[in-house]
């Protein structure tokens, strides 16, 4: 792993010398643009419009814009002057329970290992974080910007996960359309749907979960190097739903729970409508269906398709 920060835990009177690794990554296939008529990747010039030249690295400066077509020129030695002095040290403020903390909050996550005199510090702020279960709240400052995290264990791990400031979480009130949190409910429905839930509750295991489009999609790639035609999956048949209830039953049936006899639904709370023309039943799309069986090469990652394509060059 890369290193990407050197720094310290300051926990009380306590310092662990400490380095950061990012601890997860995409595996997202990214595409590159190229010119039609040659397959060159396009270059992208940082041009001034006003002067219509392309303009040199050195010559960019930062400007922070607080009215249409006025800036506020911030120089390198302006952030350097409020950059905290403490910008190397992970500063523990608080220990809190990790259910206190929304997932909204998080952001990013990075694991943390001690440096070559930090061992016994490390492993004893883990041993009392494991004994207590309590997770740190803490402040860092990483590429010129102050950032509040968290510090908690992961396996044998201390970790450490960036979070947002409460005002850079957006007000649920913001959310148009959001029904109110007392909408009065059928208790049948509420009863099946509970039902469903229980039936698909499992314990989580995150290497059952797969990105199907990513699969399908280094498939496409390997099959266009070998030169094979593409084929288009048929859609997965699916019948139209025809009311919540009917939902619910047929639900409930699929993931092995008894559909019960039919129950009449309860009249809806809001007063009904005038009555209109009914309208012909749509057809839903639903995306294709994954294959059986998909082919091995469908489960490598980005790497896997850029060694297979300069494996074909050589052979070229």
Known sequence: MHTVWKGSISFGLVNIPIRMFTATEERD??????H?????PIKYAKMCPHCNTEVEAADIVRGFEYEKGHFVIVEDSDLEAITPETRRAIEILDFVDLKEIDPVYFDKSYFLSP???GEKAYSLLRAAMEQTGKIAVAQVTMRNRQSLAVIRLYEHCIMLETIYYPDEVRSVG???ALPEANVELAENELKMASELINNMTTPFDPAKYTDEYRSQLQAMIEKKLEGKEIATSPAAPRANVIDLMQALKESLAATGGEAAAPVKMAPDP???KPKTKPKKAGTRRTAPAAPANPPAAATGTTSGTTKTLRRKKKAD
Do not use: Y
């Open 29 to 34: 296939i990214r595409f590159r643009q190229l």
């Open 36 to 40: 039609k008529e040659c397959h060159t």
């Open 115 to 117: 440096q070559e005199t």
């Open 174 to 176: 913001q959310v148009p």
């Open 270 to 272: 809001t007063p009904e």
